[in-house]
């Protein structure tokens, strides 16, 4: 079966992208495809490497915990160059990861990189609002549109990459 990579980033892999892969992940695991030997693999990471080895905002582990899933043993790491040999989608939070991937990303393999809100044409922003400088309805807030766009995310996936799988998504 086919392995399809994707990969979150945000500034400091400890709010947005850690939400993110988790709400990806859950959704994947939910319809039978989150495998390493087949199906999705998703992973993320930051622009910077201020958080490296650390793991996610307590508010966000606290949310998706609440949401019933768990992101505590999530790692936060730099994205880096070898990721876009890795990953077949990756998707920026903001612009200015956006830019920053931009600047690393080798010339075959831009066209891996999108806007995570770009996927989600309902959601009328651009950007994943950074949660980091706020309280816990700013993580509410931002979770809500990461759901909505990693539901379209994996709404794509399936219909290029899975056409024939059964589409039970929670």
């Known amino acids: 079966m086919i392995v399809v990579s994707v990969l979150f980033v945000c500034m400091g892999n400890i709010c947005r992208s850690p939400m993110a892969e988790g709400a990806f992940r859950a959704r994947a695991k939910a319809i039978g495809l989150l495998e390493k030997s ?18 996610p905002d307590p508010r966000a582990i606290a949310l998706t915990s609440r949401l019933g899933f768990s992101i505590k043993n999530q790692r936060a790491r730099q994205a880096l160059a070898s990721d876009f040999e890795t990953f077949d ?15 690393i990303a080798p010339e075959q393999h831009r066209h891996k990189l999108s806007l995570m809100l770009s ?45 024939d799988h059964g589409r039970n998504v929670p």
């Open 38 to 55: 087949h199906g999705i693999f998703v992973d993320s990471a930051g622009t910077t490497h201020y958080h490296a080895g650390q793991s």
């Open 89 to 103: 989608y990756i998707l920026a939070m903001d612009r200015d990861n956006l830019h920053y991937l931009e600047g």
């Open 119 to 163: 996927h989600a044409p309902q959601v009328r922003l651009d950007e994943v609002p950074d949660p980091y400088y706020g309280g816990d309805e700013g993580f509410e807030r931002c979770f809500r549109l990461i759901d909505q766009a990693a539901q379209a995310v994996l709404d794509k996936i399936l219909a290029k990459h899975f056409p």
